[in-house]
């Protein structure tokens, strides 16, 4: 059965730092579509970065300040944040499925995707001013 946790999540000053973790099970990385979505109070659920195939998409919100990277021993993704904002405080998700999903019948590259089928329970961030 596929499950993913996230952890890291906490409270930190603005311009500090916080690394997220989703620990997969179930699968492995590799053929997977994986993605980090945020969702703040009173706002959409907004993509933050897609991975999954040859590259890594970000959300032009957090380019630059954002890293993810994988170890593919402990089937774990990572997302590393910088310079972190006030605006970049959420509820963190840490969502999964296979590459080769179809949504009615059509496959979609990972970062066109929004609905994955796995979620993590999420992480919150709160970053203070």
């Known amino acids: 059965q596929v499950q993913v946790v996230e952890s890291g999540g906490g409270s930190v000053q603005a311009g500090g730092s916080l690394r997220l973790s989703c620990a997969a099970t179930g699968y492995t990385l590799s053929g997977y579509c994986m993605a980090w979505f945020r969702q703040a109070p009173g706002k959409e659920r907004e993509g933050v970065v897609y991975?999954?195939?040859?590259?890594?998409y970000y959300a032009d919100s957090v380019k630059g300040r954002f890293t993810v990277s994988q170890d593919n021993a402990k089937n774990t993704l990572y997302l590393q944040m910088d310079s972190l904002k006030p605006e970049d405080t959420a509820i963190y998700y840490c969502?999964?499925?296979?590459?080769?999903?179809?949504?009615?019948?059509?496959?979609?590259?990972?970062?066109?995707?929004?609905?994955?089928?796995?979620w993590g329970q999420g992480t919150q961030v709160t970053v203070s001013s």
């Open positions: 991975t999954g195939g040859d590259r890594i």
């Open positions: 969502a999964t499925e296979p590459r080769a999903t179809l949504y009615g019948g059509v496959w979609y590259p990972c970062q066109e995707r929004r609905e994955f089928r796995y």
